[in-house]
Every structure is written in C-alpha cells, then in structure tokens.
C-alpha cells in the first residue's frame, strides 16, 4: 500500500507560483502512473495533470496548459506540480494520486491511491 502526502499549498496572490510536492512511502511509486487533481468548492474534482511511470508523457487539463508543470523525482520517491501564473480560478484542494497499473491516461480516469490533499487559495 502506498501512502501519499501532499504538501507546498498556501495563500498566494494572482500571478503567483507554487510548487506542489507529493511524497510517497509504503512502496517506491517509480513504476506509478501519477497525477495531480483539484476540487474547488462546490464542484467535482477535476483532472489537473498527470504523468508517467518514465517521465516522458504528460497530460494536462486545457486551463493550466502553459502555466503549469507536472514532474518526478523517482529517486526521491516524490511528484512535484510547478504551478506558475496562478489565478484565482486555480483555487482548490489539490489531490496527488498514483496508480500502479494504471498510465498517464487511464489515471485521469480513476486512480486507487490517493493524498490528503493540499489547499490552494490565490486571491485576486
């Protein structure tokens, strides 16, 4: 079983950055398709980003292209999301999750470990 904590949230001003961490522990998640997804209030949770076990393909959701970066340090056993440009709209509980069948597509869709979370507020 794999333990996720996400950590880097934080009150921030529109234009801002903030980088996201998600350590994992419990087993190494190098072979884990991960993602990073959001839950503003009163809305679902949306896919923000994911990637694969390698590194080499990445989604993102058509809002944050551009802005934000998705990436990992296998080595570290960590998932980091690069959020640049923030706006107000970004505000949310930001989720980490990982799946160890699964690739950067299929997470999007369902994922069986998942953070605490992290809350993100960018005022305007």
């Known amino acids: 079983q794999v333990q996720l904590v996400e950590s880097g949230g934080g009150l921030v001003q529109a234009g801002d950055s903030l980088r996201l961490s998600c350590a994992a522990s419990g087993r190494t998640i190098s072979s884990s398709a991960m993602g990073w997804f959001r839950q503003a209030p009163g809305k679902e949770r949306e896919f923000v980003a994911t990637?694969?076990?390698?590194?080499?393909?990445?989604y993102y959701t058509d809002s944050v292209k551009g802005r934000f970066t998705i990436s990992r340090d296998n080595a570290k056993n960590t998932v980091y999301l690069q959020m640049n440009s923030l706006k107000p709209e970004d505000t949310a509980v930001y989720y980490c999750a990982a799946d160890p069948s699964g690739t950067a597509q299929s997470i999007r869709g369902r994922a069986p470990h998942w953070g605490q979370g992290t809350q993100v507020t960018v005022s305007s």
């Open positions: 990637i694969s076990s390698s590194g080499r393909t990445t």
